[in-house]
């Protein structure tokens, strides 16, 4: 990066003066009054002291906000970034050592074209650079650490269910033996009971024990997994969507908050009808052709920034709807696959040019209590297959 405005400045000497009155030569021939060239290039020229330093002044209050402004990063801390800051400032204005240098000083006399400006605008990107990657990944690895807590609620509501159930069949053991009025028996009912408590007690403290050391563990852990899942992507190429994998860590975080929030969620399961026979008639551009309509409707009719669509793998899609009823789902479903029958797609060939109408079908799920990601994705499709052997085109609800 450069300086262009400063370096046409520091590279003329400064001035003290005024730039010279025009005289009568410099006007001469020139009726119209209008500014000659050569009288453009002397004005440029006349730059005084006052004005250059209140520029220098000016650059150097930018870098060392640089520093004021600071956060923590990966390559420096907030403090050591507005240290350096303020030596690029002091380097900048007073002429002081580099900031590069192995110890500051206050010796001056270095001069404007001497110092270093197209470092201090590395100095200010770089470190607004580094700034902006730490953020991002912190902001990351935050929102990842809050979705791996409410899964670990999840899990531990699942194990007190286990562990109440297990308690209510004890208690009723023990009401029976009461009710027979039978000494012996309620001592022997009394006695089993408290042990099977005291070890439904401790399996549950192990369990809990357990729990917590998986959950740091999984948050320890988590900055490797994450960059992980960078490398592997969560993107379709083809279409854009989220792929299969987007989908499955979609669905679990579903679930987990289904069971805190109890709140309607649904699941589309759509596949393109015949689509084999697309490809062998017209080829796999077709194919993809009739994929991409199908990706241009889904982002026309689910606008929620909560939907997530997907694709799940060659001509199947899903379409995750938080807080959403049935009644809801079934609605956009149709509307998605009445948008398509009513919007034929042409391609050229080879082998010929041809236009068809894309048809889909589709099956709703909302997600039950106590259901598992892969249980609601299972009725969603089995509805989705239902569609089919009606005939293609339709919807079906999940029973």
Known sequence: MSVPILGRWLGQPARNTAPPAPTANDTAGDPSGEVRPGEVRRDARAVDDTTLGRLVDAVGALVQT???????????????????????????????EHPGAASDTTRRGVSLRERDWEGAARFAIDDRRAEHAHVARTTTELRETVWALVHGVHEVVGAETAVGAASVGAIDRARGALLKADAASVRDVALATMAELSRLVADRQRERDQQVAALGAQVASLAAALDEARREGATDPLTGLGNRRAFDASTERAVALHTLLA????LLVVDVDAFKRVNDDL?????????????????????????????????EFAVLLRDTAEDEAMRLARRLAGALAESPVRVLGPPRDAQFAVSVSAGVARLRAGESATEWYARADSAMYAAKRAGGGRVELAG
Do not use: I
Request: glycine share 8%.
């Open 263 to 266: 709140q309607p969620v649904c």
């Open 66 to 96: 640089v520093g004021v402004y600071a956060h923590d990063s990966e390559s420096r801390s907030a403090d050591e970034a507005r240290r350096v800051a303020e030596r690029w400032k002091r380097h900048l204005t007073l002429g002081l």
């Open 283 to 315: 080829g796999h551009a077709a194919g993809d052709v009739a994929l991409r309509a199908v990706t241009q409707q889904l982002s026309r009719v689910f606008l929620r920034r909560t939907d997530l669509a997907v694709r799940l793998g060659g001509d």
